[in-house]
């Protein structure tokens, strides 16, 4: 398997790199003294706002606006003899920040000078229309033409600013294209409150009645009126969603809880699937534009199955198949049913194993009230409401499920076109975005990092530094009987070439009999008691730090083996700073050939997670790496 988020260095720049440290080496001018970085801005006059850009503004290494190839530097105003437009800067970022949501996402800012109002008009009219697109080319002049890039994207901020001289400093913020899929939103929806008999005005409504009739409810029935419940017992249906096509799955549940959570010692909720909010979201949606799809790929759309690590809020989310289950029916009655809530998401599909991201069940209480908040708490532009972005949505979704299933599905929605994910910036819309377990990555080939070179003759390094974020936490979790009691991931810091050995000293914990990884035991225990007694805060909150502990101690041994969470970053950061250089994507790996002894082990490796490029307008361009460590 070939994974998303273990991405090789590209060999095309890794080429180029080799070639510019043999031009050092040997000490070539062309190279060394007179390479000169170039970049142009134009307008394209493409846009999809109402108020249109206009082309033909150009600016940048002294091109004139749409005056043929005359290059001049002055023009006029009054008759007084003024300098053109003049490029300042202008900075191209392509950064994650850890999220890989915006991975693929360009950043442009550029700043620059007219010296005339007829020059400022027609900055206003091209570049300064939010909506409209520029595009940015770029490179090296002489021997480093080889290496050269390209950036479209559509402005979204501008400003500018009248000097004592009659001059204006204009500055402009773009985004590529690739990142305007975040901009969908949830348009005409509005929050669900208690007691609002205008319930139709939010999205989820319709999919809840949905979910009513598919068990032959009203729309004012609750899942209490649900035949056939009782203790831990879950009703599971389907039905086709009014005037969509879509086809739901639906479940409603009675959950035993202990007496004292709630007034009550039972709740009732209505669940449905993942995947049918997904395909009900697009139905929502332009039928030509992005799609938000599940990963059709069986490697990239599941999770280890770990029978012992489930949800630890079945409030909230449950997942299919024996993870789903709570309570030994065996023991007691209040699990005989909860112990069918799992098996009932994968009933018609071959073996009982089936992790699908489909499949996971939501609780529409939950959905509920995570849109509402979000909706009450967005941005009032122009007096209304700024509508709930379908991509924060979800992302507050996926981090739900990340915590209670103790980071082992972390989930992602990537765009991607052609069944690949956009490596480059001038991929246009429409787009699938692609939602997958984003810490699944290659199990095969180990990837080899680029390594730069810090001291040699041939180093094209122009800054490098390697920095740790530690905060007090961490150092508690790291203190030596913090370790020996497997409460902690910091023996990964201390140990980086394999795993902890917890063969002795470790309290609740013990060796596995063949890989001598360390066994969940306690798990299956902790999530049974759930469904034997009723569930609680403390129960819920005591299964999901041990599921979470289990999986930072164990991430790369046993069932999370063979590299497949490998995606443990670590808090040090390397950066390093470079000539400019096009190509090298998000989360390519790289090292220094300088490290304390430590982290030189072949497992350890920095991903990059930001790329920036800084042009000064008077030739210089560099390339700013910022990465984190991963073994």
Not at 8 to 20: C, N, S
Not at 402 to 409: A, E, K, N, R, S
Request: a negative charge; glycine letters at 12%; hydrophobic letters at 35%.
């Amino acid at each position: 398997m070939s994974g998303m988020f273990d991405q090789p260095f590209d060999g095309d720049v890794a080429k180029e790199l080799d070639r510019r440290e043999g031009l050092l080496e040997t000490h070539n001018k062309s190279w060394n003294y007179d390479k000169y970085a170039h970049i142009t801005i134009r307008s394209t006059g493409k846009s999809e706002t109402v108020i249109k850009s206009e082309k033909g503004f150009v600016i940048g290494d002294g091109v004139a606006y749409n005056q043929g190839p005359h290059i001049g530097l002055y023009t006029s105003e009054g008759g007084v003899r003024k300098f053109k437009p003049v490029l300042k800067s202008c900075k191209i970022t392509n950064e994650g920040g850890g999220d890989y949501t915006d991975a693929y996402l360009y950043n442009v800012e550029f700043s620059f000078t007219v010296f005339t109002l007829a020059d400022l008009n027609r900055a206003e009219a091209s570049v300064m229309r939010v909506g409209g697109e520029i595009q940015l080319d770029f490179g090296w002049k002489g021997l480093g033409g080889v290496n050269a890039g390209s950036v479209t994207a559509n402005v979204f901020n501008y400003s500018f600013s009248m000097n004592e001289d009659g001059s204006f400093d204009c500055s402009v913020k773009a985004m590529s294209a690739a990142g305007l899929w975040s901009g969908d939103d949830l348009s005409g929806t509005k929050p669900t409150k208690d007691g609002d008999d205008e319930r139709e005005g939010n999205f989820l409504y319709d999919l809840e009645c949905a979910c009513r009739e598919s068990f032959g409810l009203t729309s004012d029935d609750g899942p209490d009126s649900v035949d056939g419940l009782g203790n831990n017992k879950l009703r599971v249906a389907t039905q086709r969603v009014s005037g969509t096509g879509i086809m739901g799955t639906f479940g409603a549940a009675e959950l035993i809880v202990e007496p004292g959570w709630f007034n009550d010692d039972e709740t009732y909720l209505f669940f449905t699937t993942l995947g049918t909010l997904i395909r009900y979201i697009n139905k929502m949606g332009d039928d030509e534009g992005n799609k938000y799809i599940v990963s059709e790929n069986d490697d990239l759309n599941t999770w280890p199955k770990i029978t012992e690590i489930g949800s630890c809020d079945p409030n909230i989310c449950f997942l299919p198949g024996a993870q789903g289950s709570y309570g030994d029916p065996d023991v007691s009655s209040n699990a005989a049913n909860f112990a069918e809530w799992g098996e009932l998401l994968v009933e018609g599909v071959t073996g009982d194993d089936k992790t699908d991201i489909d499949k996971i069940a939501l609780s529409f209480d939950y959905l509920t009230k995570t849109y509402n908040s979000m909706a009450d708490s967005s941005k009032v532009v122009g007096g209304f409401k700024s509508p709930v972005k379908i991509a924060e949505y979800l992302k507050a979704i996926f981090s739900k499920v990340d915590v209670l299933t103790g980071g082992l599905i972390t989930l992602a929605a990537i765009p991607m076109k052609g069944g690949k994910p956009l490596q480059t910036d001038n991929q246009k819309p429409p787009f699938n975005i692609t939602i997958m377990n984003k810490k699944l990555i290659s199990d095969g080939e180990k990837i080899k990092p680029y390594i730069f070179k810090t001291l040699e003759k041939r180093t094209i390094t122009k800054s490098v530094s390697l920095s740790s974020e530690f905060d007090s936490d961490y150092v508690l979790m790291a203190t030596k009987s913090n370790i020996e009691k497997g409460t902690s991931n910091g023996h990964f810091l201390l140990k980086p070439d394999g795993p902890y050995d917890a063969s002795e000293g470790n309290e609740g914990i013990e060796p596995g009999s063949k890989t001598g990884q360390v066994e969940p035991k306690g798990l299956l225990e902790l999530r049974n008691e759930i469904g034997d007694t009723g569930a609680s805060p403390q129960k819920l909150s005591a299964y999901g730090d041990a599921c979470r502990g289990w999986i930072q101690r164990n991430a790369r041994g046993g069932e999370l083996s063979g590299g497949r969470y490998g995606e443990i970053q670590y808090t040090l950061n390397l950066s390093v700073t470079i000539d400019g250089v096009w190509g090298i994507k998000f989360l390519s790996p790289i090292k220094i050939d300088r490290l304390p002894e430590v982290f030189q082990d072949p497992n350890v490796m920095f991903s990059v997670t930001a790329v920036n490029h800084e042009f000064d307008g008077q030739g210089g361009w560099d390339t700013s790496l910022e990465t984190v460590m991963r073994i």
